[in-house]
Protein backbone atom coordinates (compact mmCIF):
# COMPACT_ATOMS: atom_id res chain seq x y z
CA UNK A 1 0.00 0.00 0.00
CA UNK A 2 1.78 3.43 -1.21
CA UNK A 3 1.44 6.61 1.19
CA UNK A 4 -0.86 7.50 -1.23
CA UNK A 5 -3.13 4.95 0.64
CA UNK A 6 -6.47 7.33 1.01
CA UNK A 7 -9.63 6.42 0.74
CA UNK A 8 -10.73 9.75 1.51
CA UNK A 9 -14.33 10.86 0.47
CA UNK A 10 -15.62 13.13 -2.38
CA UNK A 11 -18.72 14.93 -2.25
CA UNK A 12 -22.24 13.13 -2.03
CA UNK A 13 -23.79 15.59 -3.63
CA UNK A 14 -23.91 15.79 -7.53
CA UNK A 15 -25.37 12.43 -7.93
CA UNK A 16 -27.84 12.79 -4.83
CA UNK A 17 -29.15 15.88 -5.87
CA UNK A 18 -29.83 15.31 -9.17
CA UNK A 19 -31.42 11.85 -8.34
CA UNK A 20 -33.24 14.07 -5.78
CA UNK A 21 -34.36 16.65 -8.16
CA UNK A 22 -35.26 14.36 -11.11
CA UNK A 23 -38.77 14.27 -11.96
CA UNK A 24 -38.33 10.58 -12.63
CA UNK A 25 -35.69 8.08 -10.56
CA UNK A 26 -32.40 8.13 -11.92
CA UNK A 27 -30.37 5.65 -11.71
CA UNK A 28 -27.28 6.58 -9.72
CA UNK A 29 -26.09 5.54 -6.07
CA UNK A 30 -24.56 6.07 -2.71
CA UNK A 31 -20.45 6.57 -2.98
CA UNK A 32 -18.26 4.69 -0.48
CA UNK A 33 -15.08 6.11 0.75
CA UNK A 34 -12.87 5.03 -1.75
CA UNK A 35 -10.85 7.53 -3.41
CA UNK A 36 -10.34 5.20 -6.89
CA UNK A 37 -6.94 5.66 -8.65
CA UNK A 38 -5.22 6.83 -5.13
CA UNK A 39 -2.67 3.44 -5.52
CA UNK A 40 -1.44 3.02 -8.86
CA UNK A 41 1.39 0.63 -10.94
CA UNK A 42 3.03 -0.88 -7.31
CA UNK A 43 -0.25 -1.08 -5.79
CA UNK A 44 1.19 -4.42 -3.90
CA UNK A 45 4.84 -2.94 -2.82
CA UNK A 46 5.13 -1.46 0.77
CA UNK A 47 7.23 1.93 1.13
CA UNK A 48 10.67 0.53 2.38
CA UNK A 49 11.33 0.89 6.37
CA UNK A 50 11.26 4.76 7.49
CA UNK A 51 9.01 7.63 7.98
CA UNK A 52 7.14 9.23 5.02
CA UNK A 53 5.45 12.66 5.09
CA UNK A 54 3.18 12.74 1.88
CA UNK A 55 0.72 15.35 0.14
CA UNK A 56 -1.77 14.03 -2.04
CA UNK A 57 -3.92 16.34 -4.69
CA UNK A 58 -7.03 14.44 -6.01
CA UNK A 59 -8.97 16.23 -8.94
CA UNK A 60 -12.39 14.90 -10.18
CA UNK A 61 -14.59 16.64 -13.41
CA UNK A 62 -18.06 14.45 -14.47
CA UNK A 63 -20.71 15.80 -16.45
CA UNK A 64 -22.51 12.39 -17.28
CA UNK A 65 -25.02 10.32 -14.94
CA UNK A 66 -24.90 6.31 -16.09
CA UNK A 67 -28.17 4.14 -15.91
CA UNK A 68 -27.88 0.34 -14.39
CA UNK A 69 -27.41 -0.18 -18.34
CA UNK A 70 -24.69 1.86 -18.92
CA UNK A 71 -26.88 4.67 -20.94
CA UNK A 72 -26.66 8.14 -20.65
CA UNK A 73 -28.87 10.02 -18.41
CA UNK A 74 -30.08 13.39 -20.11
CA UNK A 75 -31.74 15.83 -18.30
CA UNK A 76 -31.84 18.63 -20.70
CA UNK A 77 -29.04 18.72 -23.48
CA UNK A 78 -29.03 22.37 -23.48
CA UNK A 79 -28.33 22.76 -19.69
CA UNK A 80 -25.62 19.59 -18.58
CA UNK A 81 -24.88 19.20 -14.69
CA UNK A 82 -21.71 18.50 -13.91
CA UNK A 83 -19.44 18.16 -10.84
CA UNK A 84 -15.86 19.21 -9.43
CA UNK A 85 -14.16 17.67 -6.74
CA UNK A 86 -11.14 19.08 -4.93
CA UNK A 87 -9.25 17.23 -2.42
CA UNK A 88 -5.82 18.04 -0.53
CA UNK A 89 -4.32 15.63 2.18
CA UNK A 90 -1.46 15.31 4.49
CA UNK A 91 -0.29 11.33 4.62
CA UNK A 92 1.98 10.20 7.82
CA UNK A 93 3.15 6.81 6.85
CA UNK A 94 5.47 4.99 9.25
CA UNK A 95 7.37 1.51 8.22
CA UNK A 96 9.07 -0.43 10.54
CA UNK A 97 12.33 -1.75 9.99
CA UNK A 98 11.82 -5.35 11.84
CA UNK A 99 9.64 -8.18 11.28
CA UNK A 100 6.61 -9.76 12.06
CA UNK A 101 6.13 -13.43 10.73
CA UNK A 102 8.82 -12.19 7.80
CA UNK A 103 6.50 -8.50 7.03
CA UNK A 104 7.84 -5.64 7.97
CA UNK A 105 4.76 -3.41 9.99
CA UNK A 106 3.32 -0.51 8.40
CA UNK A 107 0.79 2.23 9.82
CA UNK A 108 -0.84 5.09 7.92
CA UNK A 109 -2.89 8.54 8.62
CA UNK A 110 -4.20 10.39 6.46
CA UNK A 111 -6.26 13.74 7.01
CA UNK A 112 -8.12 15.45 3.93
CA UNK A 113 -9.60 18.63 2.69
CA UNK A 114 -11.83 18.81 0.35
CA UNK A 115 -14.09 21.24 -1.41
CA UNK A 116 -16.40 20.68 -4.84
CA UNK A 117 -18.32 22.28 -7.25
CA UNK A 118 -21.63 21.02 -8.18
CA UNK A 119 -23.98 22.78 -11.02
CA UNK A 120 -26.97 21.56 -12.50
CA UNK A 121 -28.58 24.14 -14.56
CA UNK A 122 -31.24 21.83 -15.87
CA UNK A 123 -32.89 22.32 -12.06
CA UNK A 124 -31.80 25.96 -11.07
CA UNK A 125 -29.23 24.44 -9.06
CA UNK A 126 -25.56 25.60 -8.56
CA UNK A 127 -24.06 24.85 -5.04
CA UNK A 128 -20.52 25.30 -4.20
CA UNK A 129 -19.08 23.51 -1.34
CA UNK A 130 -16.03 25.47 0.82
CA UNK A 131 -13.27 23.97 1.58
CA UNK A 132 -12.88 21.92 5.26
CA UNK A 133 -11.32 18.52 7.03
CA UNK A 134 -13.41 15.29 5.28
CA UNK A 135 -13.20 12.17 6.88
CA UNK A 136 -10.12 10.82 8.15
CA UNK A 137 -8.66 7.60 7.12
CA UNK A 138 -6.19 5.51 9.38
CA UNK A 139 -4.28 2.27 8.81
CA UNK A 140 -3.41 1.17 12.03
CA UNK A 141 -1.95 -2.81 10.48
CA UNK A 142 -0.07 -2.84 7.25
CA UNK A 143 2.04 -5.56 6.60
CA UNK A 144 4.61 -6.51 3.65
CA UNK A 145 6.50 -9.34 2.16
CA UNK A 146 9.27 -8.76 0.09
CA UNK A 147 10.49 -11.55 -2.62
CA UNK A 148 13.45 -11.28 -5.10
CA UNK A 149 10.29 -11.30 -7.46
CA UNK A 150 7.40 -10.45 -6.17
CA UNK A 151 6.42 -8.13 -3.57
CA UNK A 152 3.05 -8.87 -1.46
CA UNK A 153 1.10 -6.51 1.19
CA UNK A 154 -2.16 -6.67 3.37
CA UNK A 155 -4.22 -4.15 5.69
CA UNK A 156 -6.77 -3.02 7.50
CA UNK A 157 -7.82 0.32 7.75
CA UNK A 158 -10.99 2.32 8.78
CA UNK A 159 -12.70 5.52 7.95
CA UNK A 160 -13.61 7.74 11.02
CA UNK A 161 -17.13 10.55 9.82
CA UNK A 162 -14.89 13.49 10.81
CA UNK A 163 -16.39 15.60 8.51
CA UNK A 164 -19.35 17.54 8.48
CA UNK A 165 -22.87 15.57 7.21
CA UNK A 166 -26.41 16.30 7.87
CA UNK A 167 -28.73 14.06 5.97
CA UNK A 168 -30.64 15.80 2.61
CA UNK A 169 -27.83 18.48 2.95
CA UNK A 170 -25.82 19.95 0.05
CA UNK A 171 -22.56 20.85 1.52
CA UNK A 172 -21.71 17.66 2.77
CA UNK A 173 -18.03 16.92 3.30
CA UNK A 174 -18.30 13.92 4.89
CA UNK A 175 -20.42 10.13 4.45
CA UNK A 176 -21.61 10.68 7.98
CA UNK A 177 -20.72 6.76 8.64
CA UNK A 178 -17.76 4.17 9.61
CA UNK A 179 -16.61 2.37 7.33
CA UNK A 180 -13.63 -0.52 7.33
CA UNK A 181 -11.38 -2.29 4.28
CA UNK A 182 -9.21 -4.67 3.92
CA UNK A 183 -7.27 -5.11 1.45
CA UNK A 184 -4.59 -7.61 -0.47
CA UNK A 185 -2.25 -7.35 -3.13
CA UNK A 186 1.16 -8.08 -5.27
CA UNK A 187 3.35 -6.91 -7.20
CA UNK A 188 5.28 -9.13 -9.78
CA UNK A 189 8.91 -8.40 -11.00
CA UNK A 190 8.87 -9.84 -14.71
CA UNK A 191 12.98 -9.93 -14.91
CA UNK A 192 15.65 -10.59 -12.51
CA UNK A 193 16.54 -6.72 -11.80
CA UNK A 194 12.82 -5.76 -11.49
CA UNK A 195 12.52 -3.24 -14.11
CA UNK A 196 9.52 -4.54 -15.43
CA UNK A 197 6.42 -5.24 -13.09
CA UNK A 198 2.37 -6.01 -12.66
CA UNK A 199 0.35 -5.47 -9.88
CA UNK A 200 -3.16 -5.56 -8.68
CA UNK A 201 -4.58 -5.17 -4.77
CA UNK A 202 -8.31 -5.74 -3.92
CA UNK A 203 -10.15 -3.64 -1.81
CA UNK A 204 -13.52 -4.81 0.48
CA UNK A 205 -14.92 -2.42 1.88
CA UNK A 206 -18.11 -2.26 4.38
CA UNK A 207 -20.48 0.49 6.27
CA UNK A 208 -22.55 1.61 9.01
CA UNK A 209 -25.84 3.03 8.29
CA UNK A 210 -25.62 6.85 7.87
CA UNK A 211 -25.59 9.21 11.10
CA UNK A 212 -29.12 10.71 11.06
CA UNK A 213 -30.73 8.32 8.86
CA UNK A 214 -32.63 6.07 11.48
CA UNK A 215 -35.87 6.81 12.49
CA UNK A 216 -36.17 10.01 9.68
CA UNK A 217 -39.35 10.65 8.77
CA UNK A 218 -39.42 11.60 4.85
CA UNK A 219 -43.31 12.36 3.90
CA UNK A 220 -45.43 9.95 5.31
CA UNK A 221 -43.05 7.38 6.00
CA UNK A 222 -39.84 6.57 8.15
CA UNK A 223 -36.54 5.33 7.47
CA UNK A 224 -35.14 2.74 9.14
CA UNK A 225 -31.51 3.83 8.34
CA UNK A 226 -29.61 4.35 5.20
CA UNK A 227 -26.50 2.27 4.30
CA UNK A 228 -23.67 1.71 1.41
CA UNK A 229 -23.61 -1.07 0.28
CA UNK A 230 -20.64 -3.32 0.20
CA UNK A 231 -17.31 -2.04 -2.80
CA UNK A 232 -15.14 -4.80 -3.77
CA UNK A 233 -12.24 -2.37 -5.67
CA UNK A 234 -9.20 -3.08 -7.77
CA UNK A 235 -6.33 -1.00 -8.32
CA UNK A 236 -3.13 -1.75 -9.96
CA UNK A 237 -1.07 -1.50 -13.46
CA UNK A 238 2.12 -2.17 -15.33
CA UNK A 239 5.17 -0.29 -15.54
CA UNK A 240 8.79 -0.43 -16.67
CA UNK A 241 11.02 0.98 -14.01
CA UNK A 242 14.44 3.42 -14.21
CA UNK A 243 16.86 5.06 -12.32
CA UNK A 244 17.30 2.05 -9.73
CA UNK A 245 13.63 1.95 -9.41
CA UNK A 246 13.12 5.31 -8.06
CA UNK A 247 11.55 6.67 -11.35
CA UNK A 248 8.66 4.88 -13.14
CA UNK A 249 6.31 5.00 -16.30
CA UNK A 250 3.82 2.92 -17.13
CA UNK A 251 -0.26 2.61 -17.10
CA UNK A 252 -2.52 2.61 -13.90
CA UNK A 253 -5.90 1.12 -13.49
CA UNK A 254 -8.68 0.60 -11.00
CA UNK A 255 -12.11 -1.32 -11.07
CA UNK A 256 -14.73 -1.43 -8.72
CA UNK A 257 -18.12 -3.13 -8.03
CA UNK A 258 -20.74 -2.23 -5.51
CA UNK A 259 -21.69 -6.09 -4.23
CA UNK A 260 -24.29 -5.79 -2.30
CA UNK A 261 -27.26 -3.25 -2.76
CA UNK A 262 -27.74 0.43 -0.86
CA UNK A 263 -30.24 -0.24 1.87
CA UNK A 264 -32.77 3.03 2.37
CA UNK A 265 -34.80 1.23 4.72
CA UNK A 266 -37.52 2.46 3.01
CA UNK A 267 -39.89 1.31 0.15
CA UNK A 268 -41.05 3.35 -2.71
CA UNK A 269 -44.17 1.55 -4.51
CA UNK A 270 -43.47 1.32 -8.06
CA UNK A 271 -39.55 2.30 -8.22
CA UNK A 272 -37.26 0.84 -10.55
CA UNK A 273 -34.96 -1.30 -9.04
CA UNK A 274 -31.55 0.40 -9.53
CA UNK A 275 -28.95 -2.22 -9.32
CA UNK A 276 -25.26 -2.31 -8.33
CA UNK A 277 -23.09 0.14 -9.57
CA UNK A 278 -19.75 -0.39 -11.19
CA UNK A 279 -17.04 1.70 -12.87
CA UNK A 280 -13.50 1.42 -14.69
CA UNK A 281 -10.26 3.80 -15.24
CA UNK A 282 -7.24 3.93 -17.15
CA UNK A 283 -4.25 6.25 -17.89
CA UNK A 284 -0.69 7.19 -17.03
CA UNK A 285 1.36 6.73 -14.56
CA UNK A 286 4.13 8.68 -14.06
CA UNK A 287 6.59 8.57 -11.19
CA UNK A 288 9.87 11.32 -11.06
CA UNK A 289 13.08 11.49 -8.27
CA UNK A 290 13.58 15.03 -6.93
CA UNK A 291 17.17 14.31 -5.71
CA UNK A 292 20.76 15.98 -5.27
CA UNK A 293 24.00 13.77 -5.82
CA UNK A 294 23.60 12.65 -2.71
CA UNK A 295 20.41 12.36 -1.25
CA UNK A 296 16.70 11.60 -2.73
CA UNK A 297 14.68 14.14 -1.30
CA UNK A 298 11.26 13.43 -3.03
CA UNK A 299 9.49 11.32 -5.23
CA UNK A 300 6.54 13.22 -7.34
CA UNK A 301 3.66 10.80 -8.78
CA UNK A 302 1.64 11.97 -11.17
CA UNK A 303 -1.63 10.00 -12.72
CA UNK A 304 -4.79 10.76 -14.86
CA UNK A 305 -7.58 8.54 -15.41
CA UNK A 306 -10.53 7.93 -18.11
CA UNK A 307 -13.43 6.42 -16.89
CA UNK A 308 -15.43 4.03 -18.95
CA UNK A 309 -17.99 1.23 -18.53
CA UNK A 310 -19.79 3.25 -15.59
CA UNK A 311 -23.22 1.26 -14.71
CA UNK A 312 -25.55 3.49 -11.81
CA UNK A 313 -22.53 5.77 -11.47
CA UNK A 314 -21.10 9.07 -12.70
CA UNK A 315 -18.46 8.73 -15.19
CA UNK A 316 -15.60 11.26 -15.76
CA UNK A 317 -11.57 12.10 -15.38
CA UNK A 318 -9.26 12.44 -12.10
CA UNK A 319 -5.90 13.54 -11.42
CA UNK A 320 -3.82 12.60 -8.73
CA UNK A 321 -0.34 13.90 -7.99
CA UNK A 322 1.38 12.67 -4.70
CA UNK A 323 4.72 14.45 -3.60
CA UNK A 324 6.31 12.04 -0.61
CA UNK A 325 9.22 12.77 1.14
CA UNK A 326 11.35 10.53 3.76
CA UNK A 327 12.30 11.75 6.91
CA UNK A 328 14.86 11.91 6.50
CA UNK A 329 15.90 12.04 2.95
CA UNK A 330 17.46 8.86 2.00
CA UNK A 331 21.53 8.63 1.35
CA UNK A 332 22.47 7.79 -2.08
CA UNK A 333 25.89 5.83 -3.06
CA UNK A 334 28.30 7.11 -4.55
CA UNK A 335 29.19 5.24 -7.91
CA UNK A 336 32.81 5.48 -9.30
Do not use: C
Not at 20 to 39: H, M, V, Y
Not at 90 to 112: D, L, Q, R, W
Not at 156 to 170: E, I, L, V, W
Amino acid sequence: MSPARTKVTAILGATIALVTLAARPAAAQLNGENLLGDNGVKSGTQAAPGFYLSSLYFRSQTDTIKNAKGDRITFDPTQPASQTVNVIAPVFTYVSKGTIFGAHYGAMAVVPFANGELEAPAFGLSESVSGNITDVYIVPVQLGWHASRADVTTAFGFFAPTGKYTPGASDNLGKGMWSYEVSGGSTVYLDQKRTWNVATTAYWETHTKKDGTTDLAVGPATLTGVRVGQLLTLEGGAAKSFMHGAAHFGAAYYAQWKITPDEFGITVPGAPEIGKHRVFGIGPDVTIPIATKSTLISLVNIRYFWEAGAEAKTQGQSLVMTMTFPVPGIKIPATK
